[in-house]
DNA sequence: GACTGATGTAGAACGTGTTACAAGTCTAGA
DNA sequence: TCTAGACTTGTAACACGTTCTACATCAGTC
């Protein structure tokens, strides 16, 4: 209970891959069956639907070892937010974002990411609540998360798969606009923008940023 | 439960003071305990530290009333929000915002709320995490929310208390700022930035967009 | 003053996240 | 093979948000 270090794990026990890594083959893939079975639920019902007896059963684990690969429910979720996103940017290092211009590589990767959610809004409303729902100790998954935001963006902005420097104002714009495409997306999700609203206030958030 | 009207109040049956205004003085006077509890309580102990009957007892009424004036724990501590922020929207009615340039004025306004809010910093990661969390049923509560952080920051912008109007570009200028703010207090509260990290990037964002 | 409908009260009950525990199973090393 | 310890299982229990029920109170109307 007192797990005040500053790194979150191994501080108490024998708990097993909260890494994506590590482990046996047979935990491995009891950690893939317990998040498909999460993107699952969360895809048909939302937040509200995954619930952690339906994820044990789904994933065929008792609820106690889900327990212990995932210490909360919000853990859960925002791990499985990192692995969709953890995709992603394995797909933007393949090739060029098409694109003459920044603006237009910006928007083309996360038009395509808006997009790509909001084919699936039960699954987007359960990842974006339990992502903003999260607190101190989920600050790794977290952490992850941004980080692959991050890289995509920067990527596009360069127009190279590669991964340039970016420079300090670069990277603050980088934030700026990660911090309103999240706030658009949790907009969506509680219905108070439709889907042209999201484009339209990241497509100006880029524009006055990049001028 | 099927509430898809625009307006969330007065659907199904004769639900009281939801609105600040309205109801018997004997009404109001409790919708006020219950907001005094909600704060206390949320002050001491945050997020967690809001239990609906605790609140119900600190405030004197029974559970099931404490259900009528608000429905949901959530609705509970937005409205607790909304009410704590109108209270800083009067207040920037009385006097011009000092400071030179936009730049100054808006961020003397934003710093000041923030380190308001840091001051209790259970209390603020018991508003804003509600605020996150909110759903689709909580909209009019939220709107009061974000308007009222749109009209103190325009009227910084321009340095009057008056509110005159503001052009396309101010607006979603504005709304940028907004969702960096909030970004950053998310951030806070969760543990991710500490002050000067949130007061740095909003000073870079204001930069950035007003140039 | 008595009736009536809305409002408030007290407390039980239910659902779901989380924890606890006893017993079975698997793995590494002797 | 045997044993120790870690891991997994199944299940019960607990906490808190939420709902429900039966009764009390209060305001307005006859």
Same mark, same amino acid.
């Given at each position: ?5 500053? &790194?979150?794990?191994? @501080? ?13 083959? +047979? ?8 998040? /498909?079975?999460?993107? @699952?639920?969360?895809? &048909?019902?939302?937040? /509200? ?5 339906? #994820? ?11 327990? $212990? ?14 692995? &969709? ?26 038009? $395509? $990411? ?35 935001? @991050? ?15 970016? @420079?300090? &104002?670069?990277?603050?714009?980088? $934030? ?7 706030? +658009? ?17 990241? /497509?100006?958030? #880029? ?5």
């Amino acid at each position: 209970m007192t797990s005040v270090s500053t &790194e979150p794990r191994d @501080t108490d026990g024998p708990t097993p891959a909260t890494a994506p890594t590590g482990g046996s083959a +047979a935990q491995r893939e009891r950690r893939r069956r317990i998040l /498909d079975a999460t993107i @699952t639920l969360a895809a &048909e019902g939302g937040f /509200d639907a995954v619930q952690m007896r339906a #994820v044990a059963e789904q994933a065929e684990v008792a609820l106690g070892t889900l327990y $212990r690969y995932f210490p909360s429910k919000i853990h859960l979720l925002v791990s499985a937010l990192a692995r &969709e996103f953890t995709k992603d940017v394995d797909r933007s290092a393949i090739r060029a974002t098409p694109g003459d211009t920044a603006h237009e590589r910006i928007m083309y990767v996360l038009n $395509r $990411r808006t997009r790509a959610l909001q084919k699936q809004p039960k699954l987007t409303e359960a990842l974006v609540r339990a992502f903003m729902f999260a607190d101190q100790s989920v600050t790794g998954e977290i952490h992850e998360v941004g980080t692959s935001l @991050t890289t995509v963006i920067a990527r596009a902005m360069h127009g190279t798969p590669t991964h340039g420097e970016v @420079t300090e &104002e670069e990277a603050a714009i980088i $934030r700026i606009i990660s911090d309103v495409w999240l706030s +658009a997306l949790i907009s969506w999700v509680t219905g108070r923008m439709d889907e042209k609203d999201v484009e339209k206030s990241i /497509d100006v958030a #880029v524009r006055l940023l990049l001028r």
